[in-house]
DNA sequence: ACAGTATGGAGAT
DNA sequence: TCTCCCTACTGTG
């Protein structure tokens, strides 16, 4: 489930198992063996993300980049002496006397310099989860640009960590026509993208999955405000995604779907008028 | 059991 | 524009 709420969590998590102490670092896959033998026994500093990108700093100015991709995925075990059989194609095991992590899968996986690590932020657009987020950089791209604005959000130099999920939905919850040009978007539409991104987020990574619905969105924030988040999973439902030919939860129309630059959008051609 | 699909994006062509 | 990554879940038989 790689969206942004996915890394950031993963970054969190890793902070928690290793960050502070030497890691143990192989590939049982053997494609990142040379990677994997730059990073092993060295002292993890910290794990941190952009957009959709994982970025874990290690000693001797060595950074581990991770992107997850389509079906990349980190499994997660706490298991003492890093006894756990290897199963499956394991790109990079980290591993300490607590934990291992294993890697299958991922788009990018590399060991990468400072200046690397920079280069690659600096082709992102702002990241909703991050504190440093600048929303302006992303108004301007899209303010001047003729493409729609569904294909905007989802283009990670604009804006980072949104995915095909936070984008169909977020456009649904303001209604705003998926079409219509960045150029087109009014400025005080954008900000209540990002706001709403800002606050939707945050929960995608606490709860560990993409929430948008608007009871359930009530629910969590409630949670998080009594400080017992994480522990409850939700029913997993959105208002458009992965819905086509279902009525529309607003007005009862007929949800649509179209391959949008080789991704599906759904939308509801009713309700989604403004801009 | 098996086929189809996907919450991305890189690299080849 | 196509293929790969090669997981994990969904729907069909």
């Known amino acids: 489930m790689p969206e942004g709420h996915t890394t950031h969590a993963l970054a969190g998590r890793l902070d928690l198992a290793f960050a502070g102490s030497p890691v143990g670092a192989s590939s049982p896959q053997g494609k990142f063996a040379a990677g994997a033998a730059l990073l092993d026994g060295l002292t993890l500093v910290g794990a941190s993300a952009w957009g959709k990108h994982l970025f874990v700093e290690f000693e001797r100015e060595r950074w581990l980049n991770v992107h997850l991709g ?15 059989p290897v199963e499956g194609q394991v790109r990079l095991r980290l591993r300490n006397d607590n934990w291992v992590w294993d890697l299958r899968g991922p788009t990018v996986c590399a060991v990468v310099t400072p200046e690397k690590v920079q280069q690659i932020q600096a082709l992102l657009g702002p990241d909703p989860l991050r ?31 949104v995915g095909n999920v936070y984008r169909c939905e977020v456009l649904f919850r ?4 998926p079409f219509r ?13 990002w ?8 929960l995608g990574v606490a709860f560990g999955q993409i929430l948008t619905m608007d009871d359930q969105v009530a629910d969590a924030v409630a949670e998080v405000a009594n400080g017992s988040a994480a522990a409850h999973t939700f029913e997993r439902r959105f208002y458009l995604y992965k819905r086509t030919g279902e009525p529309c939860h607003m007005c009862g129309s007929k949800i649509r779907t179209q391959l949008i630059a080789g991704r599906n959008l759904f939308w509801c051609g009713r309700c989604q008028r403004r801009r």
């Open 195 to 202: 706001d709403d991104l800002v606050a939707l987020m945050p």
């Open 174 to 177: 303001h209604r705003i026509d």
């Open 131 to 161: 504190q440093d987020a600048d929303p302006d950089l992303a108004l301007r791209r899209i303010s001047r640009s003729t493409r729609p604005i569904a294909e905007l959000l989802m283009d990670q130099s604009v804006l980072a960590g």
């Open 181 to 193: 040009l960045g150029r087109e978007i009014r400025p005080t539409t954008w900000w209540a993208i």
């Open 70 to 84: 389509l079906i990349g995925k980190f499994s997660v075990m706490r298991m003492p002496d890093g006894q756990v």
